[in-house]
């Protein structure tokens, strides 16, 4: 790459950067239901069409701020359990259950993209769901490390009969190594540890839970055992 070129690189970088941490901006203090190019823009110093050259839409805008979104939190629940990797999986299923509330809790307005209301007319695409799935894959990991181990899992009751082509299905989908009533206690302790996280973001735990961390702490061990974890 000649210097001219790179030097075009990094400043595209550069502008792409501030047209996203505007958009945090906005976010923050509108939603992303009112996310506007024409207001980044403007509020970058920028022409609108200057600025559909790094994104066409605002859909493409969002779908970059939700991709970011969740690689920063992957990134922080992958860390966590690269602290603790050789501690017994219980203990890596907390770890990255805290890590999840703790970068939850520091980016409230990213979680709410992310975990909150759809956005009106908005409709995610495929491009998502790879760092959507970061998170989800390390659990599943963590359960999949204690299976195969020495002490296995604890044994799940069976699912009701007219579950259980369903639970067939979502093992086959997400972790066709697991037993299916593992991988269906996976997705019930997915939208439980969010459905945690979420309460506490949007105040529902208000005058009702007053030491969060050692409840979230308690509440993600119990959603390990749910899984199978000793």
């Not at 992957?74 to 703790?102: I, Y």
């Amino acid at each position: 790459m000649s210097t001219v070129q790179g030097a075009r690189a990094r400043a595209r970088l550069e502008v792409t950067a501030a047209i996203k941490d505007e958009a945090r901006r906005q976010l923050a203090a509108e939603g992303a239901a009112k996310l506007s190019l024409r207001a980044v823009a403007r509020e970058l110093g920028m022409v609108s069409s200057a600025l559909y050259r790094y994104f066409p839409s605002r859909d493409d805008l969002l779908t970059a701020l939700i991709i970011d979104a969740y690689d920063s939190l992957g990134q922080s629940a992958e860390r966590a359990h690269e602290a603790v990797a050789e501690a017994a999986p219980l203990e890596r299923w907390v770890a990255v259950c805290e890590a999840v509330r703790r970068w939850s809790l520091d980016h409230p307005h990213e979680y709410a993209l992310i975990y909150g209301s759809p956005v009106p007319g908005y409709v995610a695409p495929q491009a998502t769901v790879p760092a959507a799935a970061r998170v989800g894959l390390l659990l599943i990991g963590v359960v999949r490390d204690a299976h195969d181990g020495p002490g296995g899992l604890k044994e799940l009751p069976a699912v009701p009969e007219e579950l259980s082509a369903e639970a067939d299905r979502i093992a086959a989908d997400l972790a066709p190594d697991l037993p299916a009533p593992v991988a269906a206690a996976l997705v019930v302790a997915w939208a439980q540890l969010f459905g945690l996280v979420g309460f506490e973001l949007f105040g529902q735990f208000n005058r009702v839970v007053e030491e969060r961390e050692p409840f979230f702490r308690h509440a993600a061990r119990q959603l390990g055992r749910g899984v199978g974890l000793h």
